[in-house]
């Protein structure tokens, strides 16, 4: 069974710095593209980064691009989201997911960017 | 970037009913993908390319279309199908998704 779960959410003052975490597992986790997608509170979906298997190649939506930065631990089936310079409408809850045909999802994390 | 557009926005069915999501891409896009999330949970993959069943998941629901035009339908509207579904596209970067649409039973 696929299971992806995030951790590293929590209240952050704008400006500041926070890292997510990912851990994979039930699947070969060096084998597939991996994302993150956030929601803000009672809104859509949004995309917020991709990275290949091996990490060497990354995309980004110009909202977060040069302030977000997604990164990989293959050896440990780990999938990180390093958000820099947070601005209060990133508040959002942060999925981790899988692309194979669509997408599988996590549980979720929250992130609060507020003073 | 790729805009999808969804309708309705809120729309409600008494079970047995039949459903259809619309979602118009404002260029043309190579596949549609449909994700159903209830509420306090995390979005599960419906259809894939365009027409395609997820594992597990009841053949009541169904996809179709091709361009800038893609639906989703629900043959027989059950009470668990109440959710808000959303269309995605990653046939042109950024990946997108539609603004989604509240299903609700009756």
């Known amino acids: 069974e696929v299971q992806l779960v995030e951790s590293g959410g929590g209240l952050v003052q704008p400006g500041r710095s926070l890292k997510l975490s990912c851990a994979a597992s039930?699947?070969?986790?060096?084998?597939?593209?991996m994302a993150w997608v956030r929601q803000a509170p009672k809104k859509g979906l949004e995309w917020v980064a991709t990275i290949s298997t091996s990490g060497s190649r990354t995309y980004y939506p110009d909202s977060v691009k040069g302030r977000f930065t997604i990164s990989r631990d293959n050896a440990k089936s780990s999938l990180y989201l390093q958000m820099n310079s947070l601005k209060s409408e990133d508040t959002a809850t942060y999925y981790c997911?899988?692309?194979?045909?669509?997408?599988?999802w996590g549980q979720g994390v929250m992130v609060t960017v507020s003073s | 970037e790729i805009v999808l557009t969804q309708s309705p926005t809120t729309t409600a069915a008494s079970p047995g009913e039949k459903v259809t999501i619309t979602c118009l891409a404002s260029s043309s896009v190579s596949n549609m993908y449909w994700y159903q999330q209830k509420s306090g949970a995390s979005p599960k993959l419906l259809i894939y390319?365009?027409?395609s069943l997820a594992s597990g998941v009841p053949d009541r629901f169904s996809g179709s279309g091709s361009g800038t035009s893609y639906s989703l339908t629900i043959n027989t509207m059950e009470a668990e199908d109440a959710a808000t579904y959303y269309c995605q596209q990653w046939s042109s970067n950024p990946l997108t998704f539609g603004s989604g649409t509240k299903l609700e039973i009756k």
């Open positions: 390319s365009t027409s």
């Open positions: 997911a899988r692309r194979h045909s669509g997408y599988d």
């Open positions: 039930g699947f070969t986790f060096s084998n597939y593209y």
